[in-house]
């Protein structure tokens, strides 16, 4: 129909048929055919909801159950990620054991390197380990003399025990009388690698040369059972510093 001055009438059929297209194309009736749309039409997967494998897809295309799709078992990218950096710090710990084990078997080359050529008997890593434990606990008994002068006036008192002697003091004529005087007063004697060692032992912070050990202290008494400890450690390194000493000589 066009819009004239005087437009003609409508037919009865357009006449009929206005008021309801008029209806249908009203914006209810639009919003309610919307509504009516079918699910696979109407309902899409986000981006970021479709990245995953294990998603069901709503699409009338895939007609298997989700229960019996095929799982995808390869890892994403972030987990293979975790893996590696995992696998990587295993390494890295790996290397750092072997840096530290590398570091220590130096350390204890170059303490053998600074060791004094009269450092005889010398302590294994077995005796030296007991040495320096029996020489912690007379410390903390105070049953230890410390330093050269303490260890000489001991000796020369008549007082007995174990002298302990770092083998890595310099110059060597610091010490050089200790040994004779231990021989001669027939009191045991072993040197130790390390006289820092043997300070960390003694409880104390500067280097010590020598201790000599005494199971009784010099003021005062110890328990029954302290002593009894204490007695049989000593007991057990000086079989074994005889031992070494038998063997050299």
């Known amino acids: 129909h066009t819009y004239t001055k005087n437009p003609k009438p409508?037919?009865?059929?357009?006449?009929l048929l206005l008021p309801f297209l008029k209806s249908s194309l009203s914006p209810d009736i639009v919003r309610l055919r919307r509504r009516r749309r079918p699910v696979h039409l109407s309902s899409s997967l986000a981006p970021h909801v479709a990245q995953f494998s294990l998603s069901p897809s709503l699409s009338p295309v895939n007609t298997t159950p989700p229960s019996l799709s095929p799982v995808n078992l390869t890892a994403s990218p972030p987990v293979a990620a975790a893996s590696s950096h995992l696998h990587i710090q295993r390494d890295r710990m790996g290397s750092d054991s072997e840096a530290e084990k590398s570091a220590h078997k130096e350390k204890e080359r170059k303490k053998m390197l600074a060791l004094a050529p009269i450092a005889k008997p010398l302590a294994g890593k077995k005796l030296c380990k007991r040495?320096?434990?029996?020489?912690?606990?007379?410390?903390e008994h105070k049953c230890l003399k410390r330093g050269v002068k303490e260890v000489v006036k001991s000796i020369r008192r008549g007082h007995k025990g174990v002298c302990v002697i770092a083998g890595n003091i310099s110059p060597i004529d610091v010490i050089t009388h200790v040994p004779i005087l231990c021989e001669e007063a027939d009191i045991p004697y072993v040197y130790v690698p390390s006289k820092e060692d043997l300070a960390s032992a003694g409880a104390t912070k500067r280097p010590t040369c020598c201790v000599l050990v005494m199971t009784k202290p010099a003021k005062g008494e110890l328990e029954k059972g302290e002593?009894?400890?204490l007695k049989s450690d000593y007991d057990q390194v000086v079989s074994e510093i005889n031992e070494i000493t038998a063997s050299l000589f």
């Open 227 to 229: 002593q009894e400890k």
């Open 131 to 139: 040495t320096l434990k029996l020489v912690r606990k007379a410390a």
């Open 10 to 15: 409508l037919t009865s059929v357009a006449a």
